[in-house]
């Protein structure tokens, strides 16, 4: 029998899976694509204090091997959420993570703290790095101390929940701003969000972004997001024992378990679910298979277990 | 591998391409066929194709790139060409049961790299469909006349919607736009010629068949009506041949156009309902890519619509064109 449960900063999840935030709304929309309570948790759009219309149109670019977005934390807002979306978030019976953003400290306290009133949901997921906003988000992002302030008080208010701290890959080295994360009592970090990126009508001469820059996601990342994980594992979240949450460009199990490998306990997937919302359990069932093969029966062994060519 | 259970609604499905047939320059018609259990569609619907076969060989990208000159020749086709990474959504252009398959029809322009390689798929070989998806064009029992205005790559789902009106005993009138007339993905009837003032005839044999008139409009004169299709129809209306009492006029089409027939429709008291289309990544509500503006009942007077999932029909007074 394999074991693929990973313990999240004290959350069970019967396996490493989870929806990215933001590419799988509130779970409903998906209902007939796909069996969600067969993943290990699941992570919503980015919630705001007030609803969000977000950026005009268009919002999103294929570029190659990837997308670009610029949907502006469009959400329904706080208080929405909790009467519409919680009930249907309960009929999941999954742990819930909700992504939650501002552009204030204060907006981000004010739904911190009432979600740790309800029972369904057992994190947060700060996202202190969405690329989209001209406000906020990724001005808290980039800077370590602003990191440290946000997690701090975040920390203060989240009650029974987790604090997990979706870091920017947009900085010249993201283990400084996961060691402020974690100093600041992060329980989890999640890596990476989108890469600020543009792409241009040459008949036009304009970026075909409404919002002109938007946040890259899909395989283009992939490779990327491997070496930050491995970076903010080896220099920062190893020693701390902080989970780390892994997503960027998943579309297979292999590149699952180069994640798992570089130091991920759990795995999130966003771009992919576009293509083919199964995805999700085929690559569920890829590590399965991957770890029988290579005689393990649980992830443990694996997770971080990447050894490093010695330099000739 | 654990399967998911598709509630009977919508799906992913495997699709056979029954055949692949250029109707024009830089237009097909891809005939795929899936199993008698595809969900009930209407028209309006679209479905989320992956641009690529999903097992066999690929085969070469063929590409007509007409008056925009041949692609480049200098550099090799692994670099020009790349893939595909999102589906993209496509009206149904018809539905039909044939030898106990259910064969659903597309119609596409060639305009990018999935159409492209949608446009190089042969016979046999399977692609994905997500679907069916968005909401539907609709009528009710007061409904005496349907007028169909689609313009370009709009004309697809217009077909469907001949066939359902037909099927519903609604008599039909439709209005087929198109820029120059090697680009009317539909084909005429050799002894009914297009009018050049624009009066409806059983010229398109798609529409004929459903017992619906049409009159072509293209923008350069080379057939039937010159100028817009817009103009056109409220050339026919304001002759009074049509009136407003039991009409009602869908349209579908560059947005410019749909917006053309909008305004005219609504200034002259005609019902009329628009398929918006927006570049879309999820096409199920999920992504938040796909919005339109709408009237709302709040503070702005306006909000964001999903067109996948509140659209892709709107009833015209609902959008605010911008
Ligand atoms: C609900 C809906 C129904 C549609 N039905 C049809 C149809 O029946 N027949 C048909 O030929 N086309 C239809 N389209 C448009 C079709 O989806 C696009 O032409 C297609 O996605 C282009 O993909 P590509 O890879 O070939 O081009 P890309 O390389 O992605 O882009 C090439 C060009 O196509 C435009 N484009 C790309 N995606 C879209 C999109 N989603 N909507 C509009 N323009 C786009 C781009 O702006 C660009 O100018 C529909 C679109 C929507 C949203
Ligand atoms: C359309 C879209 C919307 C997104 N919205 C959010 C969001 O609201 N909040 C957030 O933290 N991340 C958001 N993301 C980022 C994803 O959660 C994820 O970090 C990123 O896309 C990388 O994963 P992927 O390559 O598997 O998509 C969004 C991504 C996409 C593509
Ligand atoms: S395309 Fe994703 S919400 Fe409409």
Redesign the interface.
């Known amino acids: 029998m394999i074991d693929l449960s990973v313990d999240l900063a004290g959350v069970k999840l019967a396996n490493p899976l989870m929806t990215a935030s933001g590419t799988c709304g509130y779970a409903q929309e998906y209902g007939s694509y796909v069996d969600l309570r067969q993943l290990g948790a699941f992570i919503t759009k980015s919630i705001t204090v007030r609803p969000r219309l977000g950026n005009p149109p268009g919002r999103v670019v294929e570029t190659r091997a990837g997308m670009l977005n610029a949907i502006g934390l469009a959400n329904v807002g706080l208080e929405a959420f909790l009467k519409e979306k919680v009930p249907l978030l309960e009929d999941l019976a999954l742990p819930v993570f909700v992504n939650v953003a501002g552009t204030t400290i204060e907006d981000y306290l004010a739904v911190i703290e009432a979600l740790a009133e309800v029972k369904v949901v057992r994190g947060v997921e700060l996202n202190v790095s969405c690329p989209n906003v001209k406000e906020g988000g990724i001005t808290f992002g980039v800077d370590p101390v602003q990191i440290e302030h946000i997690t701090r008080r975040a920390k203060e208010r989240c009650g029974k929940n987790i604090l997990i701290v979706k870091l920017s890959p947009n900085v010249a080295d993201i283990a400084i701003t996961a060691r402020a994360a974690i100093a600041a009592g992060a329980d989890a970090l999640s890596l990476v969000n989108t890469f600020t990126a543009m792409a241009i009508d040459v008949e036009t001469a304009r970026p075909l972004l409404a919002n002109n820059t938007g946040g890259l996601s899909g395989p283009a990342i992939h490779p990327i997001a491997v070496y930050m994980v491995h970076r903010v594992y080896t220099q920062a979240a190893r020693a701390a024992k902080v989970p780390i949450i892994a997503m960027g460009g998943i579309q297979h199990w292999r590149d699952a378990v180069e994640f798992l490998l570089a130091g991920a306990t759990g795995l999130a997937i966003g771009t992919a679910l576009f293509v083919d919302p199964a995805c999700l359990l085929a690559i569920r069932d890829g590590i399965a298979d991957y770890l029988r093969r290579q005689g393990h029966e649980s992830l443990d062994p694996i997770i971080g277990s990447l050894t490093l060519n010695t330099a000739s | 591998?654990?399967?998911?259970?598709?509630?009977p609604?919508?799906?992913?499905f495997a699709a056979r391409v029954r055949s692949n047939r250029r109707l024009c320059d830089e237009h097909y018609l891809l005939r795929l066929e899936v199993g008698t259990d595809f969900p009930l569609t209407q028209a309006g619907q679209f479905v989320q194709v992956?641009c690529a076969p999903v097992n066999g060989a690929e085969g070469p990208i063929v590409h007509e790139w007409g008056e925009k000159g041949p692609p480049p020749q200098f550099q090799s086709p692994e670099l020009v060409e790349?893939?595909?990474?999102?589906?993209r959504p496509f009206s149904l252009a018809g539905r039909e049961e044939i030898g106990g398959r259910t064969v659903l029809d597309i119609i596409h322009r060639v305009v990018g790299r999935g159409s492209a390689r949608l446009a190089a798929l042969a016979e046999g070989q399977t692609v994905?469909l997500?679907g069916p998806l968005g909401n539907a064009f609709t009528w009710d029992a007061d409904t005496k006349l349907a007028v169909l205005v689609g313009g370009g790559v709009g004309l697809p789902p217009m077909l469907y919607l001949a066939e359902r009106l037909h099927q519903a005993g609604k008599p039909a009138l439709a209005y087929a736009g198109v820029t120059s007339a090697n680009l009317l993905p539909l084909s005429l009837d050799a002894a009914v010629p297009a009018s050049k003032a624009g009066w409806p005839s059983l010229c398109v044999r798609e529409f004929a068949r459903w017992g619906v008139q049409t009159t072509i409009s293209t923008d350069d004169g080379s057939l039937g009506y010159t100028g817009r299709i817009s103009q056109a129809l409220f050339d026919w209306i304001d002759q009074g041949r049509i009136v407003a009492a039991g009409t009602i006029v869908y349209t579908c089409g560059p947005e410019r156009m749909m917006r053309a027939v909008a305004e005219g429709c609504l200034a002259r008291g005609f019902a009329c309902q628009v398929a918006m289309e927006?570049?879309?990544?999820?096409?199920?509500?999920?992504?938040?890519?796909?919005?339109?503006k709408t009237r709302a009942q709040n503070p702005l007077g306006w909000?964001?619509s999903l067109v996948c999932?509140d659209g892709t029909v709107f009833d015209a007074r609902q959008i605010l064109w911008?």
Not at chain 2, 82 to 87: A, C, G, K
Request: aromatic share 2%.
């Open positions: 591998m654990v399967k998911s259970e598709p509630q609604s919508r799906g992913v992956q790349s893939q595909v990474l999102l589906r994905s997500l927006r570049k879309m990544a999820c096409g199920m509500g999920a992504c938040q890519s796909c919005v339109c909000q964001y999932t911008e």
